[in-house]
T-cell receptor, first 115, second 115 residues
């Protein structure tokens, strides 16, 4: 069974540019999450989809961040325009609706550097 | 107040020895889940073990066990018979409530296994 995949693995952009991150969850997982780890800080929640609906977007830092999950499959996270403080590792995770713990399985992350 | 506290920024352990990584948590929700993840230098987040708040027994997964002390609100990870490949960052995380929802992470502990 394929795990959570994320694309790209790395992205280097200039301040003011746009970047779009993609996440493909484990097949059949209704729940999809985005997290971010800024250098030296803890991993922080951004938002949670259940299928195509945003269940919780309380962690989104501001309106420069836009997440979508059209059709309830893969998700994209767009940052427009990117700022220096957006640099960090963006993780995607998915979990089933049922099962012990509803464990979240993480992707390898996208390392974003804004110059 | 911090919801998840990991007080050990770094730990050393000799190969084949056991090591305990500390995690304390804070929640008023009676239903919650506790998770440990491993992040090797390659960057991916690997799920290790889960403990539910109503679970009577401590969780175990191979060489990993979770020392769950509910009254003390602690969920320490015990790794037995350490291997060089266990060198990594270890994160404790909590999900509050019983439905699928966001994880709150601690700041992590960097474990180094030595010969």
């Amino acid at each position: 069974e394929a795990g959570v995949t994320q694309f790209p693995s790395h992205s280097v952009i200039e301040k003011g540019q746009t970047v779009t991150l993609r996440c493909d969850p484990i097949s059949g997982h209704d729940n999809l999450y985005w997290y971010r780890r800024v250098m030296g800080k803890e991993i922080k929640f951004l938002l949670h989809f259940v299928k195509e609906s945003k269940q919780d977007e309380s962690g989104m830092p501001n309106n420069r961040f836009l997440a979508e999950r059209t059709g309830g499959t893969y998700s994209t996270l767009k940052v427009q325009p990117a700022e220096l403080e957006d640099s960090g590792v963006y993780f995607c995770a998915s979990s089933p609706q049922q099962g012990p713990g509803k464990t979240q399985y993480f992707g390898p992350g996208t390392r974003l550097l804004v110059l | 107040a911090q919801k998840i506290t990991q007080t050990q920024p770094g730990m050393f352990v000799q190969e084949k020895e056991a090591v305990t990584l500390d995690c304390t948590y804070d929640t008023s929700d009676p239903s919650y889940g506790l998770f440990w993840y491993k992040q090797p230098s390659s960057g991916e987040m690997i799920f290790l073990i889960y403990q539910g708040s109503y679970d009577q027994q401590n969780a175990t997964e191979g060489r990993y066990s979770l020392n769950f002390q509910k009254a003390r609100k602690s969920a320490n990870l015990v790794i037995s018979a350490s291997q060089l490949g266990d060198s990594a960052m270890y994160f404790c995380a909590m999900r509050e409530g019983w439905t699928a929802s966001k994880l709150t992470f601690g700041t992590g502990t960097r474990l180094q296994v030595t010969l």
